[in-house]
């Protein structure tokens, strides 16, 4: 039983080991941050949020489909209980992740970041926000939102820290990570951190969703993301790597050349590495899907689509308008909207009313502004692949 906050050394890889993985963090540091300049229209900000959540559950093996997400969002629950749980989930995820967005920004947030109260914190905003019918573990033990585990566990082979030791663990983590606060060396420490707080299992229940708010919330307050990306779905998308990494890194040191710690150093390296991997490679595909040059062909392709397949009403004169809108990602006044269409003002009138039934246009009131929308239906043309889950949801509800 682990009782000494030295038995989960390393923390981070030696010196000597370290460089390959610091050149891979400076990409992502570069790339990430030419990406969080975007100007992008809120709604999609929204529906990443969704789309991390649906995530989320998937990872924990608590499938929801997209658009029972989108009728959650609406407080239109299943009428199947088990379902309605896991809808409530995603919900809790997607204010969760706003609030702790909010809460921890700048660098003074990072560096919050690596507390114990942090840790009980994200748990206790998740689970906070469940009913309590949904507050206890599938063995029926009652979950404590943001309470630290008061028994024993063992998660596959890894037997956790003796529950009393917990504190000094979650301090040691949080004393040496939060240290670590140069660009390339504090994005190698966050995913090393990801593991080993994983390793620690502070909670009964919630750990693996509790590790990848942290993750999210972190990168948000590194000023890496903007909103626009983040490894919950690199995560979602390579599941079984994600867990095997995770649980090889939680192996006994492996000879002589396997560092200096209790714990490999090598499966330690392997599992940061697998996390630079991961978020290089989202930020890469939304930087693709933000490419400026290709985005208004987008566009007009989901125009052409609705004026010609679906027929509700919705003009490909519209394009000028709404690319106009997405590049600015502010709102408009609907006068100024109609006024870009180039038609008569009952045509514009008739044009704009179709954009906001079909979602392509959003706006919280009937005559109030109108911003850029970004409805699930029109994915497949406007980011293909970002959420092919959403995109098969919405062609099988048509």
């Known amino acids: 039983m682990y009782t000494e906050p030295h038995q989960f050394e390393p923390l ?100 919050a970041l690596y507390s114990v109260d942090a840790v009980q914190d994200m748990h206790r ?44 663990f979650l301090k040691r983590w949080a004393g040496f990570y939060g240290q670590v606060r140069r660009g390339e060396a504090a994005l190698v420490a966050m995913a090393a951190a990801h593991q080993r707080l994983g390793w620690i299992h502070p909670f009964i229940d919630g750990n693996g969703r509790v590790m990848r708010l942290h993750t999210h919330t972190l990168l948000s307050a590194l000023g890496y993301t903007a909103g626009l990306w983040s490894p919950l ?24 050349l396997d560092g200096r710690g209790n714990l490999s150093e090598q499966a330690l390296i392997a599992w940061i590495d697998y996390v630079l991997d991961t978020c290089l490679d989202q930020v890469t595909f939304m930087a693709g899907m933000l490419d400026f040059d290709t985005l208004k062909a987008r566009i007009e392709a989901c125009l052409v689509f609705e004026a010609t397949v679906v027929k509700q009403g919705v003009r490909q004169e519209s394009l000028r308008g ?18 870009m269409l180039g038609m008569s003002d009952r045509g514009a009138t008739d044009a704009l009313g179709a954009l906001v039934k079909r979602g392509l246009l959003k706006s919280d009131s009937p005559q109030g502004k109108v911003r850029f929308g970004l409805p699930q239906h029109a994915l497949r043309f406007l980011f293909p ?12 509800s048509r």
């Open 12 to 111: 981070l890889p030696s010196d000597a080991r370290i460089a390959p993985l610091l050149a891979k963090a400076h990409d992502l540091s570069r790339l990430a941050t030419l990406l969080s300049g975007t100007r992008v229209p809120l709604e999609l900000r929204s529906l990443l949020r969704s789309m991390n959540s649906y995530y989320t559950n998937r990872i924990e093996g608590q499938h929801t489909r997209p658009h029972e997400i989108e009728q959650a969002l609406r407080r239109d629950f299943s009428g199947d209980a088990a379902l309605a749980a896991k809808q409530r989930l995603a919900v809790a995820h997607i204010e969760a992740e706003t609030a702790l967005e909010l809460r921890y920004t700048g660098p003074q947030g990072a560096l």
């Open 125 to 168: 905003e998740l689970f906070g926000r469940l009913p309590a019918s949904s507050l206890f573990t599938p063995e029926n033990e009652a979950i404590v939102p943001g309470q630290l585990r008061l028994r024993e566990v063992q998660v596959g082979q890894h037997v956790a820290p003796a529950h009393a030791s917990v504190p000094l």
């Open 233 to 256: 779905r690199g995560f979602a998308r390579s599941t079984q790597r994600y867990y095997a990494l995770l649980a090889d890194a939680d192996s006994q040191r492996r000879g002589d």
């Open 322 to 339: 709404l690319h106009y809108l997405f590049l600015s990602g502010e709102e408009m006044a609907r006068g100024d909207f109609k006024a």
């Open 385 to 396: 692949h970002l959420w092919p889950e959403a995109e098969a949801d919405a062609a099988d």
